[in-house]
């Protein structure tokens, strides 16, 4: 199945885990209820992370009964769950209620655990070097799946791993899906929802770029990263194919515009691929490029995946080159690898557990 029109298969009903505040007020008003009722629901849905409306016991059964015919909650299946055994990083397969699956990254770390959620079923965007598209775009992921993503993390390790931070960068292209992305981001966010402060949530972006130009404009203090990977167009086409569209200029622009606007950096994510961008003329192109921009680049070693012919280079040619940009002058972070024994690059579990049934 590969269609990028297709919905998921929903009850007529709103979602509890979709709604906005506000919006929750406006369910209980039609239901003739008072406005507190919709703070003790949000409470049941995003702080204690209920499965059904029947668990909300400071409700009484008549509103819990009439609530069921306004509204519903949906659940995420857990259907394969691996921990890495070289570091504290577990990956998980959610089953969506129409079957299709997607992925989520719970990434451990000495201070905090950041939650690495999906956005698409599959992506249209198809980086050659990612497991992600290479089936294809199914559909957009809801504001419930999104939101329930951390939610269902959150009810598997409860304290012993708190969730502190949250980056937007699994399966999809976020901004392809931007009202339903939007709309989890401020239920992540908000302190009645999931209470993730929005400087410890990042949303990242293949190149989208009249949507770069819309986010700036959302006045959230999120942090955004953008996948760049190379810093000319010829090599950027062939990679990101996107480029094609929204070439590097283009992008550029838009970030400029989202720094001036936000007065926020932005992270461009490198991902360093061998004999492909890892050479000194990339070193030059990306001090030119990001010349008197507000930014952080981040160095990924290369993630292999099954099927692909891309490789990271060898810790040498990696040190080499990261060593060439510092001394560029360039404010770069590395990204250690972190999950190989896993699979936990974007698209990988799931691209092997739908090889194997067929």
């Known amino acids: 199945m590969n269609n990028p029109s297709l919905k998921a298969e929903r009850p007529a009903s709103p979602d509890l885990k979709s709604l906005m505040l506000p919006e929750l007020k406006q369910l209980i008003a039609d239901m003739k209820e008072p406005e507190y009722r919709a703070v003790q629901i949000a409470s049941w849905v995003f702080g204690k992370g209920v499965e059904s409306i029947d668990q909300m016991t400071n409700l009484s059964k008549n509103l819990r009964t009439e609530l069921h015919k306004h509204a519903h909650i949906s659940q995420l299946r857990l259907t394969h769950q691996s921990k890495s ?6 990956k ?10 997607v992925e989520t990254v719970l990434i451990g770390g000495s201070q905090r655990n950041t939650i690495c959620i999906s956005t698409q079923v599959g992506c249209a965007i198809g980086c050659r070097f ?8 199914v559909r957009n992921m809801t504001t419930s799946e999104i939101v329930d993503q951390v939610l269902q993390v959150r009810r598997i390790f409860g304290e012993r791993r708190p969730i502190n931070n949250v980056v937007i960068m699994g399966m999809g292209e976020p901004l392809a899906n931007y009202n339903n992305v939007m709309q989890a981001v401020r239920i992540i966010n908000a302190s009645w929802g999931l209470g993730i402060g929005a400087r410890k949530i990042t949303l990242s972006t293949s190149g989208l770029v009249p949507k770069i130009y819309e986010l700036a404009k959302e006045h959230l203090q999120f942090e955004l990263s953008v996948s760049l990977h190379a810093a000319d167009d010829k090599t950027r086409s062939l990679i990101v194919p996107i480029n094609k569209r929204y070439p590097i200029k283009a992008l550029m622009q838009a970030c400029v515009d989202y720094v001036t ?3 926020r950096i932005i992270t461009f994510e490198y991902v360093l691929l061998q004999g492909v961008n890892d050479r000194f003329t990339d070193v030059k192109n990306l001090g030119a490029l990001l010349r008197n921009m507000k930014y952080k680049l ?5 993630n292999p995946v099954k099927g692909l012919s891309f490789e990271a280079p060898n810790e040498r040619r990696q040190s080499v080159f990261i060593e060439a940009l510092h001394s560029a002058g360039l ?4 990204r250690r690898e972190r999950g190989r024994d896993i699979n936990a690059a974007c698209g990988q579990l799931r691209l092997e557990r739908e090889q194997a049934t067929g």
């Open 298 to 302: 981040n160095i990924i070693p290369y």
């Open 92 to 101: 998980f397969l959610f089953e969506l209620e129409d079957g299709q699956t």
């Open 331 to 334: 404010k770069v972070t590395v």
């Open 261 to 263: 606007t936000t007065n």
């Open 85 to 90: 055994r070289r570091s504290p990083t577990t």
């Open 130 to 137: 990612c497991a992600s598209g290479l089936a294809g775009l």
